[in-house]
């Protein structure tokens, strides 16, 4: 399931990475899909798109981009890059050694000059059950507390919007309910999009055990 809609926040994040990139942002309001597109291109290519998944550059917390960088909503997304060299199978091939789109590749272990889509895949949903399997064991991040400490004020077994439950993005999201602490629910009209959280007993729990 998908949320409804993209918080102004959580644009402003992707646009900032994108501009910070020279990249472009395109948002599908209908299915909610984000695809990142490296570069300067006439026309999206389907060898082209790096999307961006849970395990992947973060929608929540991209704070190590300067001020500099904040969106200007309007303008045209790398308009001023140059283009960048790329790979047999259209993947651009990083400038930077320690930039953002090679820290990614690196992360995933994706060489852009060898590699192709099915190889992006592959190695997204290695590391995505990588980062899964390593939840439990984690300490709560700051945004999971912030989630559990506003649903613990309203209980357990309670629906609450999703929208009401402040900076709980789709990783804060993914984390908790990995933990256990956290249920989702599907909206009425739209039954493929989340529309509603609700704390569970084990969610109760350790929030309590916190305090």
């Not at 960048?84 to 930077?96: E, F, L, T, V, W």
């Not at 309910?177 to 729990?205: H, N």
């Amino acid at each position: 399931m998908t949320r409804a809609s993209f918080r102004q926040a959580d644009i402003e994040r992707l646009i900032r990475a994108a501009e910070k990139t020279g990249a472009a942002v395109q948002v599908d309001l209908k299915t909610l899909v984000v695809t990142i597109y490296p570069g300067v291109i006439a026309a999206p290519t389907p060898a082209s798109p790096l999307r961006l998944t849970r395990d992947g550059p973060e929608l929540e917390d991209w704070s190590d981009l300067d001020e500099a960088s904040k969106p200007r909503f309007g303008s045209r997304l790398g308009a001023s890059a140059s283009k960048p060299n790329r790979g047999a199978s259209g993947y651009p091939i990083a400038d930077d050694p320690t930039g953002y789109l090679q820290r990614w590749y690196d992360k995933i272990a994706f060489d852009p000059r060898t590699m192709g889509l099915k190889d992006m895949e592959r190695l997204q949903a290695k590391a995505h059950a990588e980062w899964t399997a390593a939840i439990p064991g984690s300490k709560l991040g700051k945004r999971e507390i912030k989630a559990l400490k506003f649903l613990a004020a309203i209980g357990p077994n309670v629906k609450v919007h999703w929208r009401d439950v402040k900076d709980c993005g789709p990783d804060t999201e993914e984390r908790l309910k990995i933990r256990g602490f956290l249920e989702t629910f599907p909206q009425e009209k739209f039954p493929d999009r989340i529309g509603y959280y609700m704390l569970t007993d084990a969610g109760l729990e350790a929030y309590n055990k916190l305090s």
